[in-house]
């Protein structure tokens, strides 16, 4: 009996897969993965507010309840996509090289854009959830975990700078930067301009104010200014207590150690 058991437990895993949780399948995953990107699709033609699960269903020819089981509703398909760009920004991200503050807060702006650009339509069609909606926002409690990885790669773009500035305003700078670049994003989305050249011009018009910003950090009162604002903007805008202290902590540790500044 014993072997028979066995050889039952054996059948099963090979089934499932090595190291796969159970209930989790290769079919499902393409299920989601279809159903997913039928969703994307849908919302980027009629936009968010017009399309229903019922509509995603019928395009993808399954039933809703099946739709159900992946999806239960379009918030959940709007934070997996928060979710998917996030962690693919944050993989292109580790490319980051070694340089002033402004060199690498470029290149994590434009990389920003380019992992963007492919589902622009579709984010496009979501600025109204993106800005105003409590439940499925940029700042709200659900896409914390997307828009902490996103922020952490502006964190480390400031703390493993060459030029780093001093460490009471580290923190307060990242955040900013991380801002300004949601407010690009913004503008790169509502931009009518063929092909948006005008968020190309904008770009460049901010590659050329940064030097300028980089000496201005050395007056007192520019530094307070940058931290008492950074202090209004988290508290209107961010609920992440723990994701302060823990990139406060990072903060220290490069202070701590100056070979930790080259990033």
Same mark, same amino acid.
């Given at each position: 009996m014993f072997t028979e058991n066995v050889k039952e437990l054996r059948t099963v895993?090979?089934?499932?897969?090595?190291?796969r949780p159970p209930g989790r399948t290769d079919q499902?995953?393409?299920a989601r993965l279809r159903l997913y990107n039928t969703a994307i699709e849908l919302i980027a033609e009629r936009g968010y507010e017009a399309t229903t699960l019922r509509d995603v269903a019928n395009r993808a020819g399954v039933s809703v309840g099946l739709l159900y089981r992946y999806f239960p509703s379009k918030g959940a398909v709007v934070l997996s996509l928060y979710d998917q760009?996030?962690?693919?920004y944050a993989t292109r991200a580790e490319g980051m090289g070694t340089g002033k503050w402004r060199d690498r807060f470029l290149f994590a702006?434009?990389?920003s854009l380019q992992v963007l650009h492919p589902h622009r339509s579709t984010l496009a069609a979501l600025v109204r959830v993106l800005v105003g909606d409590i439940q499925e926002g940029l700042f709200a409690p659900a896409t914390t975990f997307s828009r902490q990885r996103v922020q952490r790669v502006f964190h480390e773009a400031v703390v493993g700078a060459s030029d780093a500035p001093r460490p009471e305003v580290t923190a307060a700078l990242a955040r900013l930067l991380y801002l300004v670049h949601l407010? !690009? !994003?913004?503008?790169?989305?509502?931009d009518k301009s063929p092909r948006q050249r005008a968020t190309t011009a904008l770009v460049a018009l901010l590659k050329g104010a940064l030097p300028?910003?980089?000496?201005?950090l050395r007056f007192p009162r520019v530094?307070?200014?940058?931290v008492a604002g950074d202090k209004l903007f988290r508290e209107a805008l961010f609920d992440?207590?723990?994701?302060?202290v823990a990139l406060g902590s990072t903060a220290a540790r490069r202070t701590a150690d100056p070979s930790l500044r080259s990033g």
């Amino acid at each position: 009996m014993f072997t028979e058991n066995v050889k039952e437990l054996r059948t099963v895993n090979q089934r499932r897969g090595r190291g796969r949780p159970p209930g989790r399948t290769d079919q499902g995953d393409a299920a989601r993965l279809r159903l997913y990107n039928t969703a994307i699709e849908l919302i980027a033609e009629r936009g968010y507010e017009a399309t229903t699960l019922r509509d995603v269903a019928n395009r993808a020819g399954v039933s809703v309840g099946l739709l159900y089981r992946y999806f239960p509703s379009k918030g959940a398909v709007v934070l997996s996509l928060y979710d998917q760009l996030s962690a693919e920004y944050a993989t292109r991200a580790e490319g980051m090289g070694t340089g002033k503050w402004r060199d690498r807060f470029l290149f994590a702006l434009t990389t920003s854009l380019q992992v963007l650009h492919p589902h622009r339509s579709t984010l496009a069609a979501l600025v109204r959830v993106l800005v105003g909606d409590i439940q499925e926002g940029l700042f709200a409690p659900a896409t914390t975990f997307s828009r902490q990885r996103v922020q952490r790669v502006f964190h480390e773009a400031v703390v493993g700078a060459s030029d780093a500035p001093r460490p009471e305003v580290t923190a307060a700078l990242a955040r900013l930067l991380y801002l300004v670049h949601l407010a !690009i !994003i913004l503008w790169w989305l509502l931009d009518k301009s063929p092909r948006q050249r005008a968020t190309t011009a904008l770009v460049a018009l901010l590659k050329g104010a940064l030097p300028a910003s980089t000496l201005t950090l050395r007056f007192p009162r520019v530094r307070a200014f940058v931290v008492a604002g950074d202090k209004l903007f988290r508290e209107a805008l961010f609920d992440d207590e723990a994701a302060e202290v823990a990139l406060g902590s990072t903060a220290a540790r490069r202070t701590a150690d100056p070979s930790l500044r080259s990033g």
